[in-house]
């Protein structure tokens, strides 16, 4: 199984104390999730965050229909959460969410290891690029909703 890695991070105006809790709250994922995906949580609300969390959602990627579960590994607010999938279209995913102060705001950084089937066929064509157009979509959102800290209070 080969294990591919992506990274990125983006600053964002407000303290990790301010800006975790955003996180924290499943019901974000929604704001912060490209509509071509037709994301939609399945796990009844309100979803309490915390070690062991299990999460169920529904997309579509390309078209087709998934399921996808995951569980909270690591939860250390307002620094650190890591989820894993649990059932899903990855043969491995673990997407670690760190929340670094700097320079007045927040370095939020995403480090995820992934594996995917047929990994020589569909990493190249969709799945790198997919996670890519994902992650700018998702950084683009936070911008736009973080850009003014006073106005989030």
Do not use: K
Request: charged share 25%; glycine share 4%; net charge positive.
């Amino acid at each position: 199984m080969r294990v591919h890695e992506f990274q990125t991070a983006l600053w964002l105006p407000l303290p990790p104390e301010r800006l975790f809790p955003f996180f924290a709250d499943a019901a974000n994922l929604d704001a912060i999730t490209p509509p071509w995906l037709h994301f939609q949580i399945l796990t009844p609300p309100p979803i309490v965050m915390g070690e062991g969390t299990l999460i169920d959602y529904r997309l579509r990627v390309h078209g087709v229909p998934l399921r996808w579960r995951t569980r909270i590994n690591v939860w250390q607010p307002p620094r650190r959460f890591v989820d894993e999938q649990i059932r899903g279209p990855y043969r491995l995913w673990v997407h670690e969410h760190s929340f670094e102060p700097r320079d007045g705001g927040t370095l939020a950084c995403d480090h995820v290891r992934y594996a995917v089937p047929l990994d020589w066929l569909l990493h190249p064509l969709f799945v790198r690029r997919d996670i890519e157009r994902i992650f700018q979509f998702r950084a683009e959102a936070l911008r736009r909703r973080f850009a003014n800290p006073e106005a989030r209070s």
